[in-house]
């Protein structure tokens, strides 16, 4: 097993930044690529981004890139989502995941991820 925290959400003004992490334990961290999803109220978890195991690649959903970027440190055994010009329709909760994988190609689907943290909260207020 492998657990999952995410931590740095919190209430921003439109324009700002928050960057997000996920620290993790259980399972040897570089051997895992890495995601964060995001959960509107009433809405489907979807996709932002993702990071191979050796963060060589990396995947945005669709008009985050740009905004938003996602790193790793595999000494830390944590990931992190910096996330820019925040938007009010960027307010969701952030989950950040996990599956077991070292190739390039990136999953994008929530299904194909092992594991999941709790989530955070992110509000941006216009």
């Known amino acids: 097993q492998m657990q999952l925290v995410e931590s740095g959400g919190e209430l921003v003004q439109a324009g700002g930044s928050l960057r997000l992490s996920c620290a993790t334990s259980g399972q040897p961290f570089s051997s895992y690529a890495m995601g964060w999803f995001r959960q509107a109220p009433g809405k489907e978890r979807k996709f932002v981004a993702a990071?191979?195991?050796?963060?060589?690649?990396?995947y945005y959903g669709d008009s985050l890139k740009g905004r938003f970027a996602i790193s790793r440190d595999n000494f830390e055994n944590t990931v992190y989502l910096q996330m820019n010009n925040l938007k009010p329709e960027d307010t969701a909760v952030y989950y950040c995941?996990?599956?077991?994988?070292?190739?390039?190609?990136?999953?994008?689907?929530?299904?194909?991820?092992?594991?999941w943290g709790q989530g955070t909260q992110v509000t941006v207020s216009s």
């Open positions: 995941a996990a599956y077991y994988g070292l190739g390039s190609a990136l999953r994008t689907s929530p299904e194909e991820y092992d594991y």
């Open positions: 990071i191979s195991w050796n963060a060589y690649s990396t």
